[in-house]
């Protein structure tokens, strides 16, 4: 009986643990309106790992990717290797999928998928990777969505480069350490890459 007790209460832990790492009603990082008025650590740049699931536009990848290296982040690349003539959609969605299962499973501090296009055939596939992401309390941000999923919950942020600098653009490695720090920002930030 003891025994039962022990399991259910560990069984118990477990399950609270994982959705301690899932904010009600909010996206995990988009989930501080204003700053703490407590002044506290947070994560140092150096520090945040960030899991890059490339797009079919290798070169413009490169370019995000180089702008968050050079701001010393810490960046892991899935490519997803359009070089065969016989890519289809959805084979290019499972590779990009698979990158962000891969990135859930050795813990980033955030994950940014380039170009995801979700569509009717991949939309549950795209759902559950995300929703992985989601439960082990890491923000995704998506760089330049082609179609971004239906349910805001799966993602903190909209990044759309401007590398024409506007006034209104940020650097993509300030974008990317605000949502990995969970600080407040806008739901879409145009960030520059160069």
Known sequence: MMRRILRLLACGAVVLSLVACTPTGRAVGDTQDSMPSIAHDSTHKTDITVGFVGSTDTAADKKAIDALADDTLNVYYASLDTSGDSETA?????????????????????????????????????????TNAREAGIPVALLNPKHAPEDELLYAAVLNT???????????????????????????IAVATE
């Open 162 to 188: 401007d590398d024409a600098a506007s006034a209104k653009s940020v650097s993509i490695a300030d974008a990317v350490i605000t949502i990995a720090r969970d600080e407040p920002h806008d739901r879409t």
């Open 90 to 130: 959805d084979k290019i969605a499972a590779t990009a999928q698979q990158g962000v299962t891969d990135f859930v499973d050795r813990a980033v501090k955030i994950v940014i998928i380039s170009g995801i296009d979700v569509t009717d055939a991949n939309r549950d596939s795209w759902n559950q990777a995300l």
